[in-house]
């Protein structure tokens, strides 16, 4: 089951500090003050956070970034209705991604320019040096990203070859698998489906937002290119995702999306996951969001991490 591996996990006052950015001497206030939260102690007298108390104070992080009280926030945990809540986060507007870093855009610039003459070695100790100085999270989104769409755009305008543009794609692609592998140990909560609508077969911003989402620790079931509706169902009723997301890059994929409904229901009264869904047909057409049921998780890959951030953690602490 998605998460068996995790259940163990505990964490020191430094990795919760580091996960949920919150100061550790602001940790250790909260919990004189809030009895918020109690962690054990190791034999030594070090704290250990359990996997639970993480969330938690993920969770209400994300309450005082929205202009909440600490002691409200961590009174909210049980007294917030969870329907409301995950209907708010759904459609609340989301805060600016901010502009990238002007060193990562000197990177970016010169990434490309080694993709676009083939030099794979150029390229490597380019993203090696920048893996050292950066956070993945924003080598994803303001790097590999846009390189991505800038090489997509040269070669449907004819300024890159075929040949050109499968390098350096499948170049970024390894890059990802590889930032895959080193991630982080996942939270032991039901986890994201990732998949491509029906007939589309470009996965570049879906494997970028699988790597994002597990730098944030949560599980992800990745299921690529071209998912068959009909394959919904008995998928679904055995992994019980919480939340099920498509990408549609052109116009024919994304209504194939709205017959979705169709084939997606729990059995036995349970709790279907929440459908959500993005990519550039949405951006290129924002009509197309009324014709296909869900929710439109936002027109860039930092609004879309975000939303299922907030999603998950909602799920998470108010409860599935």
Not at 42 to 53: D, K, L, N, T, V
Not at 284 to 297: C, F, I, K, Q, S
Request: hydrophobic letters at 45%; charged letters at 20%; a neutral charge.
């Amino acid at each position: 089951m998605p998460g068996a591996a995790s259940r163990a996990m505990s964490f020191s006052i430094g990795d919760v500090a580091q996960i949920t950015r919150i100061p550790e001497d602001t940790l250790r206030v909260w919990e004189r003050r809030y009895h918020f939260p109690q962690p054990m102690r190791s034999s030594g007298g070090q704290r250990q956070y359990a996997e639970r108390q993480v969330l938690d104070l993920m969770w209400v992080k994300m309450q005082l970034d929205q202009g909440m009280r600490a002691g409200q926030a961590i009174h909210a945990r049980h007294t917030v209705a969870r329907d409301g809540a995950i209907e708010r986060v759904l459609h609340e507007p989301l805060p600016p991604c901010p502009n990238a870093d002007p060193l990562l855009i000197e990177i970016r610039s010169a990434l490309l320019e080694a993709l676009l003459i083939c030099d794979s070695s150029k390229a490597a100790t380019i993203l090696t040096g920048a893996a050292e100085r950066h956070p993945v999270d924003l080598l994803v989104l303001d790097v590999v990203g846009p390189t991505l769409a800038a090489i997509g755009e040269a070669w449907s305008v004819g300024e890159v070859s075929v040949a050109v543009e499968h390098f350096a794609s499948n170049f970024l692609r390894h890059l990802l698998l590889d930032w895959l592998r080193a991630s982080p140990a996942h939270f032991s909560v039901d986890p994201v489906v990732l998949a491509c609508a029906p007939e589309e077969l470009h996965e570049g911003g879906l494997l970028m937002l699988w790597v994002l989402l597990r730098q944030l620790r949560w599980p992800v079931v990745y299921l690529g290119q071209s998912l068959p509706l009909k394959d919904l169902p008995a998928f679904v009723d055995n992994v019980r995702p919480a939340l099920v997301v498509f990408v549609a890059m052109n116009e024919m994929s994304a209504l194939a999306l709205a017959e979705w409904p169709r084939w997606l229901s729990q059995p036995g009264g349970a709790r279907p996951p929440i459908v959500g869904y993005g990519g550039r047909a949405f951006v290129a057409n924002p009509r197309l969001a009324d014709r296909v049921p869900g929710v439109l998780l936002g027109s860039t890959l930092c609004e879309g991490k975000e939303r299922i951030h907030r999603l998950m953690l909602n799920l998470a602490v108010l409860g599935q």
